[in-house]
């Protein structure tokens, strides 16, 4: 078998990802000029998403945490057909599902869960049953999510974060690290301490 994975995006999270997967990351995809013809950990930035060679045995995998860069990253790339990769989690519940291009590493999600497209939830998250995350999220890492949450598009949830259960975290919110989250956060909020309080 021979590298196929192709990661967009070329910063922390990127050289995360690429760590954790090895020998399968071919390169890195970056839309900043200043890093074409660039390595990064010892792998060659391949292009940018409207001009990185697409072919059948390339998958692409979005691995920056901005959820506005992710959904344009992965635009450039499907409007000229590429193929999108996700990374299964640790523990899927029944009937659970996760959209494309989705790392899920080491995450334990409950039955009856459902993550969109683009999105990435780091190590040691707990997705309660009958929960929901959108399209171009960002979970960080020991966060849990409640059962029956509703998490929706282009959320970032910072590190060891606590969701409540039924709590509706609106479009674009931002949930800082460590809070405890016990109502809903309305769209573009940004929420910190414990209880949670709007700041932003």
């Given at each position: 078998?021979?590298?196929?994975?192709?990661?967009?995006?070329?910063?922390?999270?990127?050289?995360?990802?690429?760590?954790?997967?090895?020998?399968?990351?071919?390169?890195?995809?970056?839309?900043?000029?200043?890093?074409?013809?660039?390595?990064?950990?010892?792998?060659?930035?391949?292009?940018?998403?409207?001009n990185v060679a697409l072919d059948e045995e390339r998958e692409f995998l979005c691995a920056v945490g901005s959820?506005?860069?992710?959904?344009?990253?992965?635009?450039?790339?499907?409007?000229?057909?590429?193929?999108?990769?996700?990374?299964?989690?640790?523990?899927?519940?029944?009937?659970?599902?996760?959209?494309?291009?989705?790392?899920?590493?080491?995450?334990?999600?409950?039955?009856?869960?459902?993550?969109?497209?683009?999105?990435?939830?780091?190590?040691?998250?707990?997705?309660?049953?009958?929960?929901?995350?959108?399209?171009?999220?960002?979970?960080?890492?020991?966060?849990?999510?409640?059962?029956?949450?509703?998490?929706?598009?282009?959320?970032?949830?910072?590190?060891?974060?606590?969701?409540?259960?039924?709590?509706?975290?609106?479009?674009?919110?931002?949930?800082?690290?460590?809070?405890?989250?016990?109502?809903?956060?309305?769209?573009?909020?940004?929420?910190?301490?414990?209880?949670?309080?709007?700041?932003?």
């Open positions: 078998m021979t590298p196929r994975i192709c990661l967009l995006g070329a910063g922390g999270l990127a050289r995360e990802l690429q760590a954790w997967l090895g020998w399968r990351v071919v390169g890195f995809v970056d839309s900043r000029e200043a890093m074409q013809g660039q390595t990064v950990a010892g792998l060659p930035i391949l292009g940018t998403p409207d959820p506005q860069l992710k959904r344009r990253l992965a635009a450039g790339i499907l409007a000229r057909g590429g193929r999108m990769l996700s990374l299964p989690p640790r523990m899927l519940g029944g009937r659970s599902e996760f959209g494309r291009s989705c790392a899920l590493d080491g995450v334990r999600i409950s039955p009856d869960c459902r993550v969109g497209d683009h999105v990435h939830i780091a190590a040691d998250v707990v997705m309660g049953h009958d929960s929901s995350i959108g399209d171009y999220c960002h979970i960080g890492e020991g966060v849990f999510i409640g059962g029956e949450c509703v998490i929706q598009d282009d959320v970032v949830i910072h590190p060891r974060a606590c969701i409540g259960r039924g709590v509706v975290v609106g479009r674009g919110a931002e949930i800082g690290m460590g809070a405890i989250v016990i109502r809903d956060v309305p769209a573009e909020a940004v929420m910190l301490g414990n209880p949670a309080r709007r700041v932003g």
